[in-house]
């Protein structure tokens, strides 16, 4: 959970990305991860920031006791909810993750392409790992992606 119940927009300047990581909070839950080029008007103190910071600079972090909020279909929820049992470090194909949803067949084209859809609806990447995931869509700009894999080592 995010320890700061207050409602808001927070970014800070990431040197690692080369770009801002913005959250979007309500209620305690996180609604959005975005990394924007530039930002205005934002809160620039946050725990989660602060996390996300070491994260970037190469501490381990699953980021498991932080709640997003999952406000879309089932199908999609599951799928995402799939991706946060990949540890850090490691990643899964495609198939392998639509083996880890519940109701999807990995031998079935349409349920591969939900699964590849669903990941790119992630509202929260990092908190969401869908960076770990091969040969699907990715819920953050390729650049940031490629950053996360050469953190993670993966």
Known sequence: MVADETAGIYARESPVLGRY????IAQGRVLSVEFPDDVTDVETDHELLDRIEAYLGGEPDEFADVTVAMTMPTTTREVLDAVREIPYGESASIEQLTRMVPGRDVDEESD??????????NPAPILIPTHRVRGGRAGEPADVGETL????GI
């Open 112 to 121: 591969l392409a939900a699964v590849r859809d669903a990941l790119g609806e």
């Open 21 to 24: 990581v913005q959250l979007g």
């Open 149 to 152: 894999h050469s953190i993670e």
